[in-house]
């Protein structure tokens, strides 16, 4: 081993440790509080974590390696871009500013290419890995507002998520707490395992 690759090493894990400070967005236009709020580092920890629970319960047919990888890296790009959502001006341009992160985070690394074939892969969603990670992604947020629901004052909300067609939608159809509004958007993304998942968490959100 050469110097030169621990200073890299050194350097990546450095880089990447920027995500354990960075807040997701979500939660902070959603006001939520009395809690510490979640870091991206968090939130990778927690959908890898639901990826092996789901994995090592139900044993669904997937390359679990693959699956792991894709969601620890797909949220590489936030290092430089920061954590963009739905509701941000540059939600639009997202995948391509994402892929110049991505690049410049791996640049020194000879499987660059290959980290942002298994990123290209999960945005696809196209694949049953891809869309293993997708949903561990989504119902993991789902669950993170689930335990977040004693801490959200609507009233406190950004007016881009209070003005939001789904949210108004969903309104209308009599939906009042910030964990119906995410099992009710995330439910339709949802199929086996997860949409199973879905309505047992409805179940206990009705009963809550």
């Given at each position: 081993?050469e110097?030169?690759?621990?200073?890299?090493?050194?350097?990546?894990?450095?880089?990447?440790?920027?995500?354990?400070?960075?807040?997701?967005?979500?939660?902070?236009?959603?006001?939520?509080?009395?809690?510490?709020?979640?870091s991206?580092?968090?939130?990778?920890?927690?959908?890898?974590?639901?990826?092996?629970?789901i994995?090592?319960?139900?044993?669904?047919?997937?390359?679990?390696?693959?699956?792991?990888?894709?969601?620890?890296?797909?949220e590489?790009?936030?290092?430089?871009i920061?954590?963009?959502?739905?509701?941000?001006?540059?939600?639009?341009?997202?995948?391509?500013?994402?892929?110049q992160?991505?690049?410049?985070?791996?640049?020194?690394?000879?499987?660059?290419?290959?980290?942002?074939?298994?990123?290209a892969?999960?945005?696809?969603?196209?694949?049953?890995?891809?869309?293993?990670?997708?949903?561990?992604?989504?119902?993991?947020?789902?669950?993170q507002?689930?335990y977040?629901?004693?801490?959200?004052?609507?009233?406190?909300?950004d007016?881009?998520?209070?003005?939001?067609?789904?949210?108004?939608?969903?309104?209308e159809?009599?939906?009042?707490?910030?964990?119906?509004y995410?099992?009710?958007?995330?439910?339709?993304?949802?199929?086996?395992?997860f949409?199973?998942?879905?309505?047992?968490?409805?179940?206990?959100?009705?009963?809550?």
């Amino acid at each position: 081993m050469e110097k030169n690759d621990f200073i890299k090493i050194m350097d990546l894990h450095k880089l990447t440790c920027k995500l354990k400070n960075l807040l997701r967005s979500g939660w902070l236009a959603w006001k939520v509080e009395g809690v510490r709020l979640e870091s991206v580092a968090e939130h990778i920890f927690g959908t890898c974590m639901l990826a092996v629970g789901i994995y090592s319960t139900l044993k669904p047919n997937i390359d679990i390696d693959k699956v792991i990888v894709m969601l620890m890296l797909h949220e590489t790009e936030e290092i430089l871009i920061g954590d963009i959502t739905l509701i941000d001006h540059e939600y639009k341009n997202k995948q391509e500013l994402g892929r110049q992160a991505v690049l410049e985070v791996f640049k020194d690394f000879k499987y660059a290419n290959h980290f942002l074939e298994l990123i290209a892969e999960f945005e696809a969603n196209s694949t049953p890995e891809a869309r293993f990670a997708n949903q561990c992604d989504k119902f993991e947020a789902d669950l993170q507002a689930y335990y977040y629901r004693d801490n959200f004052n609507l009233d406190k909300v950004d007016d881009k998520l209070k003005n939001d067609f789904r949210i108004l939608a969903m309104q209308e159809k009599g939906y009042k707490r910030v964990e119906e509004y995410f099992l009710q958007n995330d439910k339709i993304k949802h199929d086996g395992i997860f949409a199973e998942m879905t309505n047992y968490l409805e179940e206990l959100e009705k009963k809550n």
